[in-house]
């Protein structure tokens, strides 16, 4: 773990209160934290829409995102029973979990991903969404990580709350559905840009995710406004970024 990362990664979580906030990057900065400080190959985040059915909103790289996916699709995984439960849930082999999830365990380990802990975005009695943790090694996850991770969905969970109650005209499932439909556009232009460029997904991400930052915009803003043509794509090439460092294998720690 990076010490010196975790007081920065509490401040940006807690800090709902900055004009333009936008929902989407907070939660993208979540899950791109969970993976810098903790013993975490990659994070996938989901939350819940109005009627209480989860819906992938953030994941810090494209592997996690479908494997998120498709667990919503299949209605069966750690994160659903995290978030029902409203507990932590933890696999430390998923080769060995096909009895329990049989159709999810199989696709997390064909992407490479060998253990999980999910952790659930809850406040009291009110649970909104998960936190996965992916390995690429088997094992339990620490149990420090798994406070600092438990503590960093809090803190989040938290931060939106309280980011609702300041708004006070809109509820929180219209926040949380304002989140999920941006969370679309924001993929229609990743694959967009992805294919106009010749990208990877997470390649094309990161170049929207930069631009965005870079001229202070919204990541939904921006992402609409590449959808409708009037972002012109020479300046979204212009702000390619260097290729992101691959996702960490961490294996167990002595």
Request: aromatic share 6%.
């Amino acid at each position: 773990m990076d010490i010196d990362l975790l007081p920065e990664a509490f401040v940006e979580l807690a800090d709902t209160l900055v004009a333009g906030f936008d929902i989407i990057e907070f939660l993208q900065v979540l899950t791109d934290r969970s993976v810098q400080l903790l013993d975490a190959s990659a994070a996938g985040l989901l939350l819940a829409d109005p009627r209480g059915d989860l819906r992938v909103v953030a994941a810090s790289s494209e592997r996690a995102r479908l494997v998120e996916l498709f667990q919503v699709q299949n209605d069966e995984g750690p994160c659903l029973d995290c978030f029902r439960s409203g507990q932590p849930v933890a696999a430390a082999d998923l080769g060995a979990e096909s009895g329990r999830w049989p159709h999810f365990a199989a696709a997390a380990s064909q992407a490479g991903f060998a253990a999980v802990q999910a952790l659930p975005m809850r406040l009291r009695e009110e649970t909104i969404g998960a936190l996965n943790l992916f390995r690429t090694v088997p094992g339990l996850f620490d149990r420090a990580d798994v406070r600092i991770g438990q503590a960093l969905a809090d803190v989040a969970t938290i931060g939106l709350l309280n980011e609702r109650n300041l708004r006070r005209s809109e509820t929180l499932n219209e926040q949380l559905q304002g989140a999920l439909n941006s969370r679309v556009i924001i993929e229609q232009a990743k694959g967009k840009l992805a294919e106009r460029l010749g990208l990877e997904m997470d390649e094309a991400f990161n170049i929207l995710r930069s631009y965005a930052r870079a001229r202070n915009r919204g990541l939904s803003e921006l992402a609409r406004a590449f959808i409708e043509g009037s972002e012109q794509l020479p300046e979204l090439r212009a702000a390619r970024p260097p290729s992101p460092r691959p996702e960490q294998s961490p294996g167990p720690r002595h």
